[in-house]
């Protein structure tokens, strides 16, 4: 059964630097991409990035400064971190299955990061 | 950045009635996904590659468009199709999603 599920801290302040892990199971993050997408509170969607089943990132350009994934294979973990977080940033944060075919199969249930000034 | 207009924002449908949501893209697309969420959870697949079924969706549902325009179709509106929906083109980096419509029954 393929699931993903965020976890991270659900307020951070301006300033500093948020960390999100993805915990996926069911499948092998060396076979598929992973992407991290964002909601906010308006309800629009932003695609953050991915990692690919091969280990290379691609990277929204406005975010690319600011933000990194990785992962660790042996925790099936897929890990963001994002500095200089401001207020916003604040939004439901998701990460989702992406198969070869590039459709983004499964999502997690998210997380609501909140940024406080 | 390919931006991508949804229309209607919003609207609502009687049982029944057929429903057209519209994707334009500000510059060419190869393919359109779209994504259905209902309140409090995360979007779910709905039609890949313009239009491709995802496996479970009703086949009142279609998609369809090429180019600059893309559409989602409903041949009859029920009322468990009440949701938000958007669209996602990945054909150009980043990948972006349309500003959603959301659907009500009347």
């Known amino acids: 059964q393929v699931q993903l599920k965020e976890s991270g801290p659900g307020l951070v302040q301006a300033s500093e630097t948020l960390s999100l892990t993805c915990t996926v199971s069911?499948?092998?993050?060396?076979?598929?991409?992973v992407s991290w997408v964002r909601q906010f509170p308006g309800k629009g969607l932003e695609w953050m990035g991915r990692i690919r089943s091969g280990g290379n990132t691609d990277y929204n350009s406005a975010l690319k400064s600011r933000l990194s994934i990785s992962r660790d294979t042996s925790k099936s973990q897929v890990l963001l971190k994002m500095n200089s977080l401001q207020t916003e940033d604040t939004a439901f944060y998701y990460c989702a299955r992406v198969t070869t075919v590039a459709l983004f199969d499964y999502w997690g249930q998210g997380v609501m990061v909140t940024v406080s000034s | 950045e390919i931006v991508l207009t949804q229309s209607p924002t919003t609207m609502a449908a009687s049982p029944g009635e057929k429903v057209t949501i519209t994707c334009r893209a500000s510059s060419s697309v190869s393919y359109m996904d779209w994504f259905q969420q209902k309140s409090g959870t995360s979007p779910k697949p709905w039609i890949y590659d313009t239009s491709k079924l995802v496996s479970g969706v009703p086949d009142r549902f279609s998609g369809s468009g090429s180019g600059t325009s893309y559409s989602l179709t409903i041949s009859s509106m029920e009322a468990e199709d009440a949701a938000t929906h958007y669209c996602l083109q990945r054909s150009s980096y980043p990948l972006t999603f349309g500003s959603g419509t959301k659907l009500e029954i009347k």
């Open positions: 069911g499948f092998s993050l060396t076979t598929y991409h």
